[in-house]
């Protein structure tokens, strides 16, 4: 009635010229918005819009065994459960559809939580999946020598057994790369290490693993490699992961590697979608307790992450930040619950695999620290130096964006997709 009324009182303008101006000022922004949804649904459309097609083109061609099955997906972090905070303000239509059609489609390790799997394959001696080059690459971001951008801040907190930094830095291409520390008191770092390597006690603390399968290993180096699913809270289906892994030793501390690996025993399906670009890897040694007594009896974790979910990559920073906290202060009474089961002294396989590193010596380490001093020095560009006059494009693009979030929706995520489109539009205007 509201929309009647409205449009009654514009035909009672005196003239057509008033008539016809107050109905473009009433029907202007359906039109933008309209647009605007076509383009976003153009540039960030989800795998499952295009299920339907695939099941055809499958159909026509199922009798060619040669063809492949499924298409290559999208080349970013552990805390993509942060996202529960956008997936609030979506539809609920929009989650069905998605979980029906990973059902439909599902992997066919997914529906067990198996870290011995039957068709485990082991490996005597293979460490191409994890390397030194992948070691080397660790030292230095724990040492802060990666030659990457700065690292900025975005938040501390703590409870009475754990305390928690989390730093942030985006590069030029590729997702946002997360760097934390926490430190666990009255905890060993080879109790930690064992804690986070153990795929079988993880679906005990960590709710978004589904499913967790070992499909290769090696006893001489331990490295693994893994199959995981994991719950994507998001409008998307499940995320899929074959991830290498391996980690070193070094006195009483211990370098853990964890990266997405191509792996061709395990066949790409429509969903869950596969997820390439993943790093995930953290250092783990003994520190000084934070009670003040003097005593190393508390434990550091430096992790660095990034992976690409297959989402816009500014929604997902905003997912992370807004849920970070709440997701990692459930590693701690996760660990407190893995120390009380280790008390019986009952080892699983994945941690008795963690227990199987390649040692290396405090020489070695210095030698690659000493090596990453050497490199040169990353580029330093002057803002200054950029034209003014291309600024103006931007500036009205992005001044649009938000006249038009906060006429159309004062919805989070609305505000957060337009403000993408706007930017993304706007540094195409910035490189012409």
């Known amino acids: 009635m509201t929309l009647v009324s409205v449009f009654l009182e514009i035909?009672?303008?005196?003239?057509?010229?008033?008539?016809?101006?107050?109905?473009?000022?009433f029907i202007a922004p359906i039109w933008i918005a309209v647009i605007v949804g076509v383009l976003v649904g153009w540039a960030w459309k989800p795998k499952w819009a295009n299920i339907s097609r695939e099941m055809l083109i499958d159909c026509s061609d199922s009798k060619?065994?040669?063809?492949a099955s499924s298409d290559s997906s999208s080349s970013s972090f552990g805390f993509i459960s942060s996202l529960n905070s956008i997936k609030s303000q979506l539809p609920s239509c929009i989650s069905w559809i998605s979980d029906d059609l990973a059902q439909k489609d599902s992997f066919s390790l997914a529906p067990t939580l198996d870290s011995n799997s039957s068709s485990l394959q082991t490996s005597k001696g293979n460490t191409s999946f994890v390397t030194n080059q992948d070691l080397e690459h660790l030292c230095?971001?724990?040492?802060?020598?990666?030659?990457?951008?700065?690292?900025?801040?975005?938040?501390?907190?703590?409870?009475?057994?754990?305390?928690?930094?989390?730093?942030?830095?985006?590069?030029?291409?590729?997702?946002?790369?997360?760097r934390s520390r926490s430190v666990f008191e009255d905890a060993t770092p080879e109790m930690v290490r064992d804690f986070f390597w153990d795929d079988g006690f993880r679906p005990k603390w960590d709710k978004m693993l589904a499913s967790a399968a070992t499909m290769e290993e090696c006893p001489t180096t331990g490295t693994m490699v893994v199959h995981w699913v994991r719950k994507f809270p998001f409008f998307c289906s499940d995320r899929e992961y074959v991830i290498g892994r391996r980690i070193w030793e070094s006195g009483r501390s211990y370098y853990c590697v964890t990266k997405g690996v191509p792996y061709d025993s395990?066949?790409?399906?429509?969903?869950?979608?596969?997820?390439?670009?993943?790093?995930?890897?953290?250092?783990?040694?003994?520190?000084?307790?934070?009670?003040?007594?003097?005593?190393m009896t508390a434990c550091e974790v430096l992790l660095f992450h990034h992976e690409d979910m297959g989402i816009p990559w500014k929604i997902a920073k905003l997912g992370v930040r807004q849920g970070m906290w709440g997701t990692v202060?459930?590693?701690?009474?996760?660990?407190?619950?893995?120390?009380?089961?280790?008390?019986?002294?009952?080892?699983?396989?994945?941690?008795?695999?963690?227990?199987?590193?390649?040692?290396?010596?405090?020489?070695?380490?210095?030698?690659?620290?000493?090596?990453?001093?050497?490199?040169?020095?990353?580029?330093?560009?002057n803002p200054s130096e950029k034209p003014s006059g291309n600024n103006i494009p931007k500036l009205l693009v992005v001044g649009g964006a938000i006249a038009l979030a906060c006429s159309l929706d004062r919805g989070l995520l609305t505000k957060a997709v337009i403000f993408g489109v706007a930017r993304k539009f706007a540094n195409i205007g910035r490189r012409l």
């Open 140 to 178: 230095n971001l724990v040492e802060e020598k990666d030659g990457g951008p700065a690292w900025i801040h975005m938040m501390d907190c703590s409870t009475p057994t754990m305390y928690y930094q989390a730093w942030q830095r985006d590069l030029e291409a590729g997702p946002t790369e997360y």
């Open 329 to 381: 202060k459930k590693i701690d009474p996760g660990l407190r619950a893995y120390q009380k089961e280790r008390a019986s002294g009952v080892v699983s396989h994945c941690a008795f695999m963690a227990q199987i590193n390649t040692k290396i010596s405090a020489d070695y380490l210095r030698s690659i620290e000493s090596k990453s001093n050497d490199s040169s020095e990353p580029e330093t560009h």
């Open 266 to 295: 395990v066949p790409r399906k429509n969903a869950p979608r596969r997820v390439d670009v993943y790093y995930s890897s953290w250092c783990i040694r003994a520190v000084e307790s934070r009670k003040g007594d003097g005593q």
């Open 11 to 25: 035909l009672r303008k005196p003239t057509i010229g008033d008539v016809l101006n107050e109905l473009v000022i």
């Open 64 to 67: 060619d065994p040669t063809r």
